[in-house]
């Protein structure tokens, strides 16, 4: 059998034994993509694999390098969390080690995860460790971060509304305990990523423009920005009906 029909056969034996993380993998498309160099990897609602790495692996090698990258989905690594002009090989590194201090990932598979050889604090979150990592001296190739963190971490961006889908997967897991054997230190840490903090600057953002493109209109008293008075210039309406409210219970 090839490394892709291996996977979904564990993902079959996973629909008994572990509820949560099935519906995980069939929230994402699995595919093959032999340009990459790691095992597997995954964002953009895909988890791809190497087939010319995973061919050699174990079954139970393979079903730990798929249950790694669940957990990165549940943490929603690739799809929240992320500083702004954030190094992309950090993040892999720093989700490394975030997933490395709460599940015992075995050792083969632990010394070709960037990160976690080295000595930080036990119990902090994705970002605290991200910005600790920026702050200590890392292995260098030519001058760089290893290209393949960066590849883990290749697929990896803001994405809202994989984050809510994700979020409800978990909320249905909370709901009927159908977490399977996820440890109890990750069903913390997942349970923790519930709680988002609301960033008000992006919302207002988003409104303001909302309210902008619905008042537009035409007129040849203006000049269009890129072509002069050849084209209708747009003039705005900004009056709007807006009410705030805070709930101080």
Known sequence: MTAIERIKKISEEWFLTEPLLFVVYCSHEL???????????????????????????????????????????????????????????????????????????????????????????????????????????????NGTIPNLNTQIAELWEEDDESCCAINDLIEVALANNTWGTVPGQMQSLIKAGLKVDMDYRKMLSAFKTSVISSKRYLTRMRPNRRFGFNAMGNRYKLATNLLIAIDVS
Do not use: W
């Open 31 to 141: 595919c093959e993509n032999s340009e990459i160099s790691v095992p597997m990897r995954t964002g953009n609602r895909k988890i791809e694999i190497s087939p010319q790495i995973l061919e050699k692996a174990s079954d139970v090698m393979l079903e730990e390098y798929l249950k790694i990258e669940i957990f990165r989905i549940l943490l929603k690594h690739p799809y929240q969390r992320q500083p702004p002009f954030a190094q992309k090989a950090l993040l892999a590194m720093a989700s490394n080690v975030t997933i490395a201090d709460v599940y015992e990932i075995p050792k083969v598979i632990k010394d070709q995860m960037d990160g976690t050889e080295i000595l930080v604090p036990n119990g902090l979150c994705f970002e605290e460790y991200y910005s600790l990592l920026k702050e200590i001296p890392l292995p260098k190739t």
